[in-house]
């Protein structure tokens, strides 16, 4: 399994795809029109500016995606962001999602931010025990927050700590450009 940073133009349509099946015919995206190829090749490279987006390749293909995200627009939270894994339907319990969260991690924490937050919708075993395996830690939930495919969706709420607080309290070092 190849973990490596996307590359909009080579790796939007198969991000594409495997976001339609995965994300917009299940639960697991509140998002309810799959985006075209260009709109996510479009995503990308905004994210790419300030986080990382990562594909995994196995076989030469495409088998899953993870990146972050802002997790709010206030600077404050800058410290903070919210992370996201995408796993083809093939490719589901081979290593895809730890390899590609194993290298998200890694980088966030590289850039100097100290959370990672991610919203599962509920229920999801398999995506709460990949969350988990990563420590992070369920602080909330958002009881019928959206409505989907004919009925109410719970979204529950998991952090996980990158690094610890400054021991003496000052602002932690800004955080830095994601690495290629």
């Given amino acids: 399994m190849l973990v490596r940073t996307a590359d909009p133009d080579r790796d939007a349509a198969p991000v594409a795809a495997i976001y339609a099946e995965t994300g917009i015919a299940t639960v697991a995206s509140f998002e309810e029109r799959a985006p075209s190829p260009e709109e996510m090749a479009g995503r990308m490279r905004t994210i790419l500016g300030r986080y990382p987006w990562l594909v995994a390749e196995s076989d030469g293909a495409v088998a899953g995606y993870a990146y972050a995200t802002e997790h709010r627009w206030r600077s404050a939270y800058r410290w903070a962001a919210d992370v996201t ?74 952090q996980a700590q990158l690094r610890a607080p400054e021991p003496d309290g000052t602002a932690p070092a800004e955080p830095r450009p994601p690495q290629p």
Avoid: C, D, M
Avoid at 87 to 113: K, N, S, V, W
């Fill in 85 to 158: 894994v995408y796993i083809a339907p093939g490719h589901h319990r081979r290593g895809a999602g730890r390899a590609l969260y194993t290298e998200l991690l890694a980088r966030l924490t590289a850039q100097g931010l100290h959370s990672a937050l991610a919203g599962i919708t509920l229920p999801n075993p398999a995506s709460v025990g990949l969350h988990e395996a990563f420590g992070f830690r369920r602080i909330g939930v958002y009881q019928n927050i959206g409505y989907k495919h004919g009925a109410w969706r719970s979204v529950a709420w998991y």
